[in-house]
C-alpha cells in the first residue's frame, strides 16, 4: 500500500534562517506529489507540486520542492523563513491509473517559527 | 473566482445520529473528493465523485455515504455516528481535466458526543 513518511513531528526554526521539511513515500509508478500548508482551524493550501519533468519544482510563498526518485524523496525547502510560515505543513501522494485519485498524506510536520 | 466552500464550520451530533455536511466546488471543478481529518493526523481519504458517479473509495465503511449533483456540489452523509467520527471532514475539488489536483475547502468540524 502507498505510505508517505514525514520523519520529523515537530521542526523550530528561527526567523530568517533556511528549512528544510523531509518527506518519503513508498516506492510506485508514476508518483505524483504534492506539499499543502494548513494554519490552524483551516483547510489545506496547496504549495507545489511535482508529476513530471523538471526534478526541482517552485511554488507560491517562496517554497520550493526537489523530486529525488532514488531516495524517493520530495523535500520541501525555503531559504528564509517568515514568522507567518508557523503551520502544519503534508507532504501527499498520488498514484495514477490506480483508480480513484484519492490523496495519500502523511502525518505533517508542526512548524515553530521563533522570533 | 470563489474558492471551494463547505457548511456547516462547525457541528454538534450524539452517538447513533445521521449527519449531511455540504461541498461547493470550484468554478469549472467536475471532480469532488472527501476527506477525513482526525485531531494530530493527516487527512485520509473517504471517497470521489467524478460527474455525479462514486469514483472510488478508500478505506471506509459504507455508513459513509456521498452524492454529487448537477451543478458538482456534493454531499457527504455519514449514518450511526460514533465517537471516533468527530474529526474534521475536508471537501477537495479538482478542474476538469486535471483531476490530480485538489483544491481544498477549509473544513466542517464534527464532534460526536
Known amino acids: 500500500a502507498q505510505s508517505v513518511t514525514q520523519p520529523d513531528i515537530h521542526i523550530t526554526v528561527s526567523e530568517g534562517a533556511s528549512l528544510e521539511l523531509r518527506c518519503n513515500y513508498s516506492y510506485g509508478a508514476t508518483p505524483y506529489l504534492f506539499w499543502y500548508v494548513q494554519s490552524p482551524g483551516q483547510g489545506l493550501q496547496l504549495l507545489l507540486k511535482?508529476?513530471?519533468?523538471?526534478?526541482l519544482v517552485q511554488g507560491i510563498k517562496g517554497f520550493e520542492a526537489e523530486f529525488k526518485r532514488s531516495q524517493s524523496s520530495f523535500n520541501l525547502r525555503k531559504p528564509s523563513v517568515h514568522w507567518s510560515d508557523a503551520a502544519e505543513y503534508f507532504c501527499a501522494v498520488l498514484y495514477s491509473g490506480g483508480g480513484a485519485d484519492g490523496l495519500t498524506f502523511g502525518k505533517g510536520t508542526h512548524l515553530i517559527i521563533q522570533p | 473566482e470563489t474558492g471551494v466552500t463547505q457548511s456547516p464550520t462547525h457541528l454538534i451530533k450524539t452517538r447513533g445520529q445521521q449527519v449531511t455536511l455540504r461541498c461547493s466546488s470550484q468554478s469549472g471543478h467536475n471532480t469532488v473528493s472527501w476527506y477525513q481529518q482526525a485531531l494530530g493526523q493527516g487527512p485520509q481519504f473517504i471517497f470521489q465523485?467524478?460527474?455525479?458517479?462514486?469514483?472510488g473509495r478508500g478505506n471506509f465503511p459504507p455508513r459513509f455515504s456521498g452524492l454529487q449533483f448537477p451543478n458538482y456540489s456534493s454531499e457527504l452523509n455519514v449514518n450511526a455516528l460514533e465517537l471516533d467520527d468527530s474529526a474534521l471532514y475536508l471537501c477537495?475539488?479538482?478542474?476538469?481535466?486535471?483531476?490530480?489536483?485538489?483544491?481544498f475547502g477549509p473544513g466542517t468540524r464534527l464532534l460526536v458526543l
Open positions: 465523485y467524478y460527474r455525479e458517479e462514486e469514483n
Open positions: 511535482y508529476f513530471s519533468g523538471d526534478t
Open positions: 477537495a475539488s479538482s478542474p476538469s481535466g486535471f483531476k490530480e489536483t485538489q483544491y
